[in-house]
């Protein structure tokens, strides 16, 4: 197991790449916004990096293949989502977009309804990104097929040298997006460590709202099934529901 000394060393290479490499101008913008960093002379200002309407791509279908840059989307803020942790958590995601969750349903009257669309998936110019999925939870079923699952995925970013945690859903009927950022940490950290603490913090947040604990694990990732319930009863002790 490396030592904090090696995951320190570690952290500065990834910190020390050229984000130029991995993002483009406008995402490196909205990066350094989402990590509190002070705006480069040369950055684009927030204001300049919105969709323009239609960008979307809610008509395009949801297996239409798109390309482009993240742009920061008008939603409606609240406590968990902001306009600029809903674009991180995009920028993040972009390349696994086909194993994140999706409602759908299907009836003669309306066709088939799905819950997520798809968004622009960028071209990086060096190598793409790698989310790795942390696992996915189902904190209710609401009725026969109807479950409300929340997948993690940790992502490294070159050129920041830091980690984000996104949550995703299955469509945006609980925050008003499917993906947004939980919170970062350094990339001197275990990346396992400090997804975990994130982790509790975020299901601390709902706790503290009256929110209940998750009902039961669709699937593990990097966290382990045991580890992921003895998380949860630190938060919520034995409480079933």
Same mark, same amino acid.
């Given at each position: 197991?490396?030592?904090?000394?090696?995951?320190?060393?570690?952290?500065?290479?990834?910190?020390?790449?050229?984000?130029?490499?991995?993002?483009?101008?406008?995402?490196?913008a909205?990066?350094?916004?989402?990590?509190?960093?002070?705006?480069?002379?040369?950055?684009?200002?927030?204001?300049?990096?919105?969709?323009?309407?239609?960008?979307?791509?809610?008509?395009?279908?949801?297996?239409?293949?798109?390309?482009?840059?993240? %742009?920061?989307?008008?939603?409606?803020?609240?406590?968990? /989502?902001?306009?600029?942790?809903? #674009?991180?958590?995009?920028?993040?995601? #972009?390349?696994?977009?086909?194993?994140?969750?999706? =409602?759908?349903? +299907?009836s003669?009257?309306?066709?088939?309804?799905?819950?997520?669309?798809?968004?622009?998936?960028?071209?990086?110019?060096?190598?793409?990104?790698?989310?790795? %999925?942390?696992?996915?939870?189902n904190?209710?079923?609401?009725?026969?097929?109807?479950? =409300?699952?929340?997948?993690?995925?940790?992502?490294?970013?070159?050129?920041?040298?830091?980690?984000?945690?996104t949550? +995703?859903a299955?469509?945006?009927?609980?925050?008003? /997006?499917?993906?947004?950022?939980?919170?970062?940490?350094?990339?001197?950290?275990?990346r396992?460590?400090?997804?975990?603490?994130?982790? /509790?913090?975020?299901?601390?947040?709902?706790? %503290?709202?009256?929110?209940?604990?998750? #009902?039961?694990?669709?699937?593990?990732?990097?966290?382990? /099934?045991?580890?992921?319930y003895?998380?949860?009863?630190?938060?919520?002790?034995? %409480?079933?529901?």
């Open positions: 197991m490396p030592n904090h000394n090696d995951s320190a060393a570690i952290a500065k290479i990834w910190r020390q790449l050229d984000p130029a490499n991995y993002y483009e101008a406008g995402e490196i909205i990066l350094r916004a989402y990590f509190g960093l002070k705006p480069r002379p040369d950055d684009l200002s927030l204001a300049q990096l919105y969709e323009a309407p239609g960008d979307e791509g809610a008509d395009a279908g949801p297996d239409a293949p798109r390309v482009g840059p993240i %742009r920061l989307r008008h939603v409606e803020a609240t406590e968990q /989502v902001s306009e600029l942790n809903e #674009a991180v958590a995009r920028i993040c995601l #972009a390349e696994v977009q086909d194993r994140l969750p999706q =409602w759908w349903s +299907s003669a009257e309306h066709g088939v309804l799905i819950g997520r669309a798809r968004f622009a998936a960028p071209e990086r110019t060096f190598t793409p990104l790698h989310p790795e %999925r942390l696992l996915c939870i904190w209710a079923d609401s009725g026969p097929g109807f479950s =409300w699952p929340e997948d993690y995925y940790v992502t490294l970013l070159p050129g920041f040298g830091r980690y984000v945690l949550a +995703s299955d469509s945006p009927d609980t925050y008003g /997006v499917t993906d947004f950022a939980l919170g970062w940490f350094r990339a001197s950290e275990d396992i460590a400090g997804s975990k603490r994130l982790l /509790v913090r975020w299901w601390r947040e709902t706790a %503290r709202q009256d929110g209940g604990p998750w #009902a039961y694990l669709f699937n593990e990732g990097l966290i382990e /099934v045991k580890e992921a003895r998380m949860r009863k630190r938060v919520w002790g034995d %409480r079933e529901e």
